[in-house]
């Protein structure tokens, strides 16, 4: 917990240092606890008018991004943190092509090599089981970018830091998140880890066959929320599932096309559509404002873009509060 006196004013690094993330790694959402969470948003609020400006806290480290996986905001908004941080970043975009991956570089030997250049890296891979097997290897902290089905905790973090930054609370909400398919929705689970631990109640809406992953709702339960789990909807009851809830979180399709999991997700993607009519009731007929969040990229199909032009639209603001999040997420993790 950080106290301020009068004497001794709030300083960022008391901030970084309360995150208890300094030298770890950031797997999972649950890493961190409830005091820890708060610390780290307080930290990005602090670093909010440097997004643009920066602020030289990272002058001589270096930042690598290695994705084994296609990414737009995840990694360039990490790379730009760095860089608004007064870092240095080195990249590697398409290891499978352009490193010695392509060479059957082991991922362990990998990381060893990395950890010799860098003082953090930011990792995306798609097999969870691989990257925990070798991450022993890295002898510098490692951000989960998204590992397999399973976790993308800072996409969970900058998901709550907007929930805060907007409604400025956690408990009382109720979120729905819903999706096609559940069980391969990493954003989902990461972002259900943290609300569930800042107190909202949690409303799941997937096909029977497609749920949230079983080891990811135990611990969810474990914080004792409210937590119900919907199976196949019709889209009136999803409709009404809308209008009950505070914010509706779509965790988007992780499978990049030609993926045969993807055919999954677009079997049972009309069922799940998301129009703009249930948020104009609720706010007609409850006087409510039910936000729409989105983890990114969305196609057309999902869910009405003419939201984009409301004020139930956040999912574009999640991206802007993304940059400040990794900023506070690298600072906490290198150290001041
Ligand atoms: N939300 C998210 O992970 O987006 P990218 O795949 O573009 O990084």
Redesign the pocket.
Known sequence: MVKQTVSSPIKLVDYADATGLRGRNLNFLSDMNKEQLMALFRLAEMLEPYTRTGLNLMQGKTLCTLFFE??????LSTETAMNKLGGTVISESNPLQSSSAAKDESLWDTLRTISQYADILALRHYDDKRVFADLPAATIPVISC?YGHVT?PT?GLLDLYTVWRVKGRFEGLKVLITSPDLSRAR?GQSFALGLAQLGADIIYASPKDLPTLPEILEKVKSYGVNVTEVFDPTPEEHDELIMQSDLVYLPGCRIPKGGAERDLYMLYKDTFYIGLEPFERAKKEQGKIIGLMH???RFAGEFDFNIDNTEFELYFKQVGFGLPLRMALIVSMVGI
Do not use: E, I, N
């Not at 296609?70 to 990694?75: A, D, E, F, L, V």
């Open positions: 296609p990414s737009t905001r995840t990694r998204g993308h996409q954003s983890s990114l990229p």
